[in-house]
């Protein structure tokens, strides 16, 4: 059974760094786009940044210059780096794959189960 594990949020005072990583395990035949998304207390879940197994990389407009996204294809991992996190980071992070199951090959979307991230003022 594929399932994504996230590790890494925390509470960090503002202009203080976290690093955010997401491991996906199991029968695994291929990866695509991995990424983050987060969701703060009433409102809707949103992109943060995506990478691809090409390395093309998508951020969100808010976090360009602060964050930055990469991925180790060999160990099936998506790592965020978060530098300068201001009070309005604050949210649940949500890491997302694009993958194909071994013996399905099908690609599925896969979420892990979330992790917090506070950033106090």
């Known amino acids: 059974q594929v399932q994504l594990v996230e590790s890494g949020g925390g509470l960090v005072e503002a202009g203080g760094s976290l690093r955010l990583s997401c491991a996906a395990s199991?029968?695994?035949?291929?990866?695509?786009?991995m990424g983050w998304y987060r969701q703060a207390p009433g409102k809707q879940r949103e992109l943060v940044a995506t990478?691809?197994?090409?390395?093309?990389?998508h951020y969100e407009d808010s976090v360009k210059g602060r964050f930055t996204i990469s991925r180790a294809n060999t160990k099936n991992t998506v790592y965020l780096q978060m530098n300068s996190l201001k009070p309005e980071d604050t949210a649940v992070y949500y890491c997302?794959?694009?993958?194909?199951?071994?013996?399905?090959?099908?690609?599925?979307?896969?979420w892990g189960q979330g992790t917090q991230v506070t950033v106090s003022s």
């Open positions: 997302y794959a694009d993958l194909a199951p071994y013996g399905d090959y099908r690609v599925y979307d896969y």
């Open positions: 199991g029968s695994i035949w291929s990866v695509d786009v």
């Open positions: 990478i691809d197994g090409g390395g093309r990389i």
